[in-house]
T-cell receptor
Framework: TQLLEQSPQFLSIQEGENLTVYCNSS?????LQWYRQEPGEGPVLLVT?????EVKKLKRLTFQFGDARKDSSLHITAAQTGDTGLYLC???????????FGDGTTLTVKP | NAGVTQTPKFQVLKTGQSMTLQCAQD?????MYWYRQDPGMGLRLIYY???????DKGEVPNGYNVSRLNKREFSLRLESAAPSQTSVYFC?????????????FGPGTRLTVT
């Protein structure tokens, strides 16, 4: 069974601070997806990383895929209150038409 | 494009009642999924359909049934609702291929069973 562990589970910071959240596994994934879920809404896809060592930037968000394709990180620079939400990572299960999701990191950015 | 739509948005049931949650996607995706999300928790897969005509159990299938009506529609049925099924239900779809499963989610159905 492929598992994804996310840390920290909860993170509360002040606006303007930087933060990093992690998504780790003992299994190799062909790709990893990151989603953000705002309160009362469904998750929204942010990015997909495919190549080991890949770095993708989305404005103030930087996503990195580990060299061995077993882990990923999300770094947010100068967090804003609009970044508040649940951040989920997910990866395809081998030979199955479904994905494994981590339990998520709940981020609260205070003004 | 509407993406993934779900109906209803809210529902209150009494224990033992039945209902069907509807989901439709207009992105021509081959795979569709039903998840439940309990307060403060992540997503748990109930059932999924990798392609039209196939369905498979996820990690929490008990008490639910599904129907992949066609490529666009995937419904979830609760035959006899229980308070433990109080949750938010999300439908999602993806074009699952070449090692990338980018899922697109609907807005959710908030179900309360009393």
């Amino acid at each position: 069974t492929q598992l994804l562990e996310q840390s920290p589970q909860f993170l509360s910071i002040q606006e303007g601070e930087n933060l990093t959240v992690y998504c780790n596994s003992s299994s190799v994934f062909s790709s990893l997806q990151w989603y953000r879920q705002e309160p009362g809404e469904g998750p929204v896809l942010l990015v997909t990383v495919v190549t080991g060592g890949e770095v993708k930037k989305l404005k103030r968000l930087t996503f990195q895929f580990g060299d061995a394709r077993k882990d990923s990180s999300l770094h947010i620079t100068a967090a804003q209150t609009g970044d508040t939400g649940l951040y989920l990572c997910a990866g395809p299960n081998t030979n199955a038409g479904k994905s494994t999701f981590g339990d998520g990191t709940t981020l609260t950015v205070k003004p | 494009n509407a993406g993934v739509t779900q109906t209803p948005k809210f529902q209150v049931l009494k224990t033992g009642q039945s209902m069907t949650l509807q989901c439709a996607q207009d992105m021509n995706h081959n795979s569709m999924y039903w998840y439940r999300q309990d307060p403060g928790m992540g997503l748990r897969l109930i059932y999924y359909s990798a392609s039209e005509g196939t369905t498979d159990k996820g990690e929490v299938p008990n008490g639910y049934n599904v129907s992949r009506l066609n490529k666009r529609e995937f419904s979830l049925r609760l035959e006899s609702a229980a308070p433990s099924q109080t949750s938010v239900y999300f439908c999602a779809s993806s074009f699952a291929g070449q090692g990338v499963h980018e899922q697109y989610f609907g807005p959710g159905t908030r179900l309360t069973v009393t």
